[in-house]
């Protein structure tokens, strides 16, 4: 799986290398790095984690997040090049690690993604990819060994959350709203304000869109106690556990959400 992940990369880069282009602006090679990356949080990722550890692979992450950064816009060939030659050479060393270390049979299948978390996933790769892969990531993070913080994972699934409001509610189509109204403590629209700006644009009724306002703030009220968490160091060890069942629930929380907001048929 990994070394069909690393052909690819090196396909695409020595097409890339081929061109004589200074951006790449093309949808259907866009549309490769995301594939690409898709592939690599959804397939080669799961199995990674237990050959070479979660930490080791947080900075490897940020570099495919990089890459389908790069193909939500016009961006320098030459960037792409840079990006796509780092990922593979982390690769290779990875390979290595993944087949002195096999996998369990029950870890492959508890990784794998329920019915519905990949129509949410499906809908992401369409509409936001990054968002795709923070919550793909987030879904990893729960399927792997315990985690000495969830403040992370959290945190994923909460960005997928954010991307995917800031797309379908820009701030400034929210600020002309009759009903806005600046937060307090923050000068942009709030996750609440977004939400309730989508659903009422859709005509949605006031019991629908209150619903959902709630469960949104439910889901900051958890984030923001996993994060208070990690500054507890006296604390950190036995909350481990506790923090793994509040990200879970963030995590339903999402879902929720997105099936809404999507409009996912369930």
């Avoid at 690599?40 to 947080?58: H, I, Q």
Wanted: positive net charge.
């Amino acid at each position: 799986m990994i070394g069909e992940l690393i052909t690819a990369a090196e396909s695409l880069h020595s097409a890339l290398r081929r061109r004589r282009a200074v951006n790449v602006n093309d949808q259907n090679t866009k549309s490769q790095v995301i594939e690409l990356a898709s592939r690599y949080f959804k397939e080669v990722r799961p199995n990674l984690t237990y050959a070479v550890g979660e930490n080791d692979l947080l900075g490897h992450d940020k570099q495919w997040q990089q890459l389908l950064r790069l193909a939500h816009g016009n961006n320098s060939r030459r960037t792409y090049l840079k990006m796509l030659g780092h990922i593979r050479k982390e690769l290779l060393e990875f390979s290595v690690f993944a087949l002195t270390v096999p996998q369990p049979e029950d870890v492959r299948s508890a990784s794998a993604p329920s019915p519905e978390e990949l129509a949410i996933l499906k809908t992401l790769d369409a509409l936001v990819p990054s968002a795709a892969a923070s919550y793909r990531q987030g879904l990893a993070d729960l399927a792997g060994p315990e985690r000495i913080s969830y403040r992370g994972t959290a945190a994923e699934f909460r960005e997928s959350l954010r991307e995917v409001l800031d797309h379908l509610a820009p701030d400034p189509e929210v600020q002309k709203q009759d009903w806005y109204k600046p937060d307090e403590k923050r000068t942009t629209p709030t996750m609440r304000q977004k939400t309730r700006y989508i659903l009422t644009s859709r005509g949605r009724n006031r019991t629908q869109r209150i619903a959902a306002e709630k469960m949104i703030g439910l889901l900051e009220e958890v984030s923001g106690e996993v994060t208070r968490a990690v500054y507890d160091r006296a604390a950190l060890a036995t909350h481990v556990h506790q923090s793994n069942g509040e990200v879970q629930q963030i995590k339903r929380y999402v879902d929720v959400v997105f099936f809404d907001l999507l409009e996912i048929s369930r």
